[in-house]
């Protein structure tokens, strides 16, 4: 099982980098902070010179604030101009992205930013170098792809709720104590203290998907530490687990009727076409040209999911698409192994773990197998192709969990804050627009400033549109507001 709220870079994210320990400067090392040389692990080389990593240590609850510590891993790169506004934080999504290996793929798009900005982002806690959990090993996972996520029968919704109860327990197992602090509201303490030792009165911050929700709950809990802060793919605020199933359904099918469209065909009819598809794959799973693999219904949904994050791929999905319809399922599971991170080799990434650890510790709703059950029309009404996958996935995404959820919705009212520019994008499948608008007004009135992209992918900034980025950098760089409600076309 996969929620799908991460953002598209997450796929083909490099390897984690580990942090350096050497070679800080005299005020870095009275904060806390020791900067040095990011080293490499795995197969991927270092970054540049131009980036350092440090660990920072901060409480593991943050109600003992002089109690246990963790390290979380950070890393940056110094502004290159003179005139420095301070630091921007970053984080990609997920929950469960690694911003110490992703600052450094993502840096050319916000290369204006690192103008005056250093450019900075960390592994919040349970992710990558920072405590990362991991629930199981590489041969459980994949042995778990014979696990149907649609259930049809009795005996496979039994084996649906067992695989999700064990994974609880490897999560239990490998995080001990961390697994009951890792919410959203943690990490957001955690993101005051980074401020903090790197010297900035105000946070300034830029969040993508999930960290559009970290940043609202920041602005909630320190609305006075606001500097310029930029959310861009926001998460619904007021959805809970099962509201942000359906608005992923919604999403995911908007965005699968564009691509219809693109291609000539009728929506209804190619949605009908796909979900057929679907069906006698879950009946009878296509052989993917790899040993000991075929291409599961879940898979090939997996694999419908990733191209519809970017426009760009969505020739990916037709010639995928069109193999599947001819019995060889090899195209859509290499797109599934890229969104599982699953190399050549069979070796997975955790980017899905620290997921789950996170949101089933921030979302208190636990849907029962009833309820879904009764959910499954209305799902199935919005979205033919990925309404019963989403359905199913608010019952078994944290059955029988080890620890009890925080809230049902996140708390972002943030008044008192500096303005914060809200970006929503018309076209977004995993985080539709709506939730946008529902940010900004939950802010609060003078706080949230909405701008609307008229675009299709999961996210804005960077994504081809001269107006979105211009109005982001002046607003970034120069504290320039702009109206609320502007568009771009």
Known sequence: MTRFVRWTALAVASALLAAGCSGGSSDDDKRGLSWGRCKATGEAPAPSSDWQCATLK????????????????????????????????????????????????????????????????????????????????????QAAESVDVTPDTPAEEKAFFQDAADFGKGCQKDAGKLMA???????????????????????????????????????????????????????????????????????????????LKSTGQDPAEGSRKIADLLRRIDARPLPAGTPGRKLTQTLAVTGIILPLYSRDSWPTLTSALDAA??????????????????????????TTHAQRVISCLDDRQRPTAATTRKLLPQFEKISPVFGTFLGWDTAGWCHDWPVPGQ??????????AAPVLVVGNTGDPATPYEGARRMADELG?????????????????GSGSDCVDSTVDAYLLDGSVPKDGKVCS
């Open 325 to 350: 319809e001819r019995g060889d399922g090899s195209e859509l599971l290499t797109l599934a192994d890229r969104y599982n991170e699953r190399d050549p080799s069979g070796r997975y990434g955790t």
């Open 181 to 259: 602090h890792v919410s959203t509201a943690d990490s957001a303490r955690d993101m005051d203290r980074i401020r903090e030792v790197l010297g900035d009165e105000k946070m300034h911050y830029f969040g993508i998907s999930y960290g559009t929700e970290l940043g609202g709950t920041y602005a909630h809990l320190f609305p006075k530490n606001v500097g310029r802060m930029t959310l861009d793919a926001v998460v619904d605020p007021g959805a809970d687990a099962v509201g942000h199933a359906r608005n992923q359904a919604r999403g995911f099918q908007r965005a699968l009727n564009g691509y």
């Open 445 to 461: 009135k003078g706080v949230g400033v909405m701008l609307t992209w008229r675009g299709e992918g999961h996210g804005a900034y």
């Open 58 to 141: 901060v409480p593991l609850d943050w109600s003992k604030p002089d109690g246990e510590t963790i390290g979380l891993a950070l890393i940056r790169a110094k502004a290159r101009g003179d005139d420095r506004v301070g630091s921007l934080l970053f984080n990609f999504g997920g929950p469960g992205a690694s911003g110490v290996s992703m600052m450094p793929s993502y840096a050319p798009t916000v290369s204006s930013l690192g103008e005056r900005y250093d450019l900075v982002s960390w592994d919040p806690r349970g992710v990558g170098a920072s405590e990362g959990v991991r629930c199981r090993g590489d041969k459980e996972i």
């Open 407 to 416: 809230h049902d919705t996140p708390e972002v009212s943030a008044p008192g």
